[in-house]
């Protein structure tokens, strides 16, 4: 004879893996950053390219899958900017999307701008996210 328990044990997961397979979460987002230092005499050039890029990216009609483009400037321990010192954060829902980014004509025009030599230094890596800014949204 079954009890109101045992019917219930049987609609409920056996463990967390069960668990994690009936709920899905949305696919993490692909995340890239750049340090990238540039000839200096060629560092506004480098600079409008990137904001045409940004613009671009993040306009929501070219790039429906970029979520953030950021473009800093590195500031030294005294406090100056180094204006040919830049920072490229990029989050997109996907690396597909990234793909497409760097597809792009104005992405192509940066590459262009590395391969003449105007790039003096670039660390470039993929991050993982831990915590976004209204990530519960």
Known sequence: MATAASSD???TPKDDEDAATT????????IKCCIVEVQPHRAQEFAKLCQTGQSKATNGVEEPGCIRLDVLN???????????KFIIYEIFV????????VQKPYSQEIGAFIRSGGVVGENAFVAQKLFLTNDDK
């Open 74 to 84: 590195v500031v030294d321990e005294q406090g100056e900017v180094v204006h040919h």
């Open 9 to 11: 044990a049987a609609v």
């Open 23 to 30: 709920t899905s979460s949305p696919p993490a987002p692909f």
């Open 94 to 101: 996907d690396e597909e999307a990234y793909q497409q980014h």
